[in-house]
């Protein structure tokens, strides 16, 4: 059965420092991935999407990065963190096959910026 | 990119059936509609979804009229633990499951 873990789970970060998290798929081959962040009370919102090895999408411009240094590895970055990165952030994987839309979630990353 | 409207919040009682209706008037004709839940500092799970017409498993049904415009997901019998938020989406029509999140309904079970 496929399983998707990201970690940490929670941490907390001062501002202008570097942030890695990462997300690991296994049991599937060729998913698209995904980094969304939620923010208090508020929906998802889209960060970055990836459709294979290397190739990143990014939906919002902002000083986080996203990598894809392998099939089943996605990593969400910063090199210098702001108040307004706090969220909650979920790695998700899909099939990537027609649009029917599944996609599974990880735990969840709760970053804290001070 | 299709754009989702849906109830900002709703309240019902145990035992109750549940109707939360989305708009999507953008639907492209190869999008599937998909609805999610979630519950506090988790991840959304997958519910259910479909394309036309009526779909129904375990947990839920989904009511999809011909002109695919709005749908609406229907919770029976509802208890408290189905207190969370709902979410309904459209697929991207590009093919790569680029979905979009709204802000979805936040759903009150009271006993």
């Known amino acids: 059965s496929q399983t998707i873990h990201q970690w940490p789970a929670t941490l907390v970060q001062p501002v202008g420092s570097p942030l890695s998290l990462e997300c690991t798929v296994e049991?599937?081959?060729?998913?698209?991935l995904y980094w969304y962040r939620q923010a208090a009370g508020r929906g998802l919102q889209l960060l970055f999407y990836s459709v294979g090895i290397g190739q990143i999408s990014s939906e919002v411009p902002q000083n986080l990065s996203a990598s894809r240094p392998q099939d089943r590895q996605f990593i969400l970055s910063s090199k210098k963190l702001l108040l307004s990165d706090s969220g909650f952030y979920l790695c998700?994987?899909?099939?990537?096959?027609?649009?029917?839309?599944?996609?599974?979630f990880g735990e969840g990353s709760r970053l804290t910026v001070l | 990119l299709a754009k989702t409207t849906q109830p900002i919040s709703m309240d019902s009682y145990e035992g109750q059936e549940v109707n939360i209706t989305c708009s999507h008037n953008n639907i492209a004709t190869n999008d599937y509609i998909t609805w999610y839940q979630q519950f506090p500092s988790q991840g959304p799970r997958f519910i259910i979804q479909g394309y036309k017409t009526k779909v129904t498993n375990e947990v839920a049904s989904l009511f999809i009229p011909a002109d695919r415009k709005s749908s609406t997901l229907s919770l029976p019998r509802v208890s408290l633990s189905d207190t969370a938020v709902y979410y309904c989406?459209?697929?991207?029509?590009?093919?790569?499951?680029?979905?979009?999140f709204g802000a979805g309904t936040r759903l009150a079970v009271h006993p």
């Open positions: 989406l459209v697929g991207d029509a590009g093919g790569y499951n680029k979905l979009i």
């Open positions: 998700a994987w899909g099939t990537g096959t027609g649009n029917t839309g599944e996609l599974f």
């Open positions: 049991g599937t081959s060729n998913p698209n």
